[in-house]
């Protein structure tokens, strides 16, 4: 699996987007980007996944650069619920082998009145 | 629908103990995957079961097994305990391999 790049840590206040990056550089054509988030010692969350068009659904919007080497995960409106530690990986979704997901060290987001 | 299942949620146990620790994944999902999640090596993939047979597996000793059981319910086990198997252990489980997993709350282990 592709390896991804994030900054470890970002604040955001509370009611504006957060908007998180992640670099894949090395991404491979069937390799899909995922984002899962984990607030303190719980289960990671799954967020959003996409392969190369935009997409977005009621957590978040996922949107994936036309070269398909970056991302970039937005909340639209940031709570204090969404302080949590932000995960992106790459991950091949289309053979029977490699499918475990990889995990960074993630971006962890602090959202602040 | 309810979601992935761990139980226990809390385990204390001593060195040179075995563990033994359970997963009921999404109704209907057939695939479980292992994690294990520690401060210093973060979040790592042990081992994947489909079908009642382990597809993949991490890098961890063979002291490190699982299996899954025909109604897809898996458990992992962990023999001979040290104190650096003290870590969240975390099952996702997902309607086939490839699909999207989703995890359960974990399993806390800790070894004294």
């Known amino acids: 699996d592709a390896k991804t790049t994030q900054p470890p840590s970002m604040d955001c206040a509370e009611g504006r987007a957060a908007n998180l990056p992640c670099n894949h550089s090395?991404?491979?054509?069937?390799?899909?980007v995922y984002w899962y988030r984990q607030i303190h010692s719980q289960g990671p969350q799954y967020i959003i996944h996409g392969l190369k068009n935009n997409e977005t659904n009621e957590m978040a919007s996922l949107i994936i650069t036309e070269d398909r080497k970056s991302s970039t995960l937005i909340l639209p409106h940031a709570t204090l619920r969404d302080t949590a530690v932000y995960y992106c990986?790459?991950?091949?979704?289309?053979?029977?082998?490699?499918?475990?997901?990889?995990f960074g060290t993630g971006t962890r987001l602090q959202v602040t009145l | 629908k309810a979601g992935v299942t761990q139980t226990p949620r809390y385990l204390i146990k001593t060195r040179g103990q075995q563990v033994t620790l359970s997963c009921s994944p999404i109704?209907?999902?057939?695939?479980v995957s292992w994690y294990q999640q520690t401060p210093g090596q973060g979040l790592q993939f042990l081992f994947e079961y489909f079908s009642e047979t382990q597809r993949n597996k991490g890098n961890f000793p063979g002291r490190f097994s699982g299996r899954q059981f025909s109604n897809s319910r898996s458990e992992m086990n962990v023999s001979t305990l040290e104190l650096g198997d003290s870590a969240l252990y975390l099952c996702?489980?997902?309607?086939?391999?490839?699909?999207?997993?989703?995890f359960g709350p974990g399993t806390r282990l800790t070894v004294l």
């Open positions: 996702a489980s997902s309607l086939f391999p490839t699909d999207t997993q989703y």
């Open positions: 109704s209907g999902h057939r695939s």
């Open positions: 990986i790459v991950r091949v979704a289309s053979t029977g082998t490699a499918s475990k997901l990889t």
């Open positions: 090395t991404i491979s054509g069937n390799e899909y």
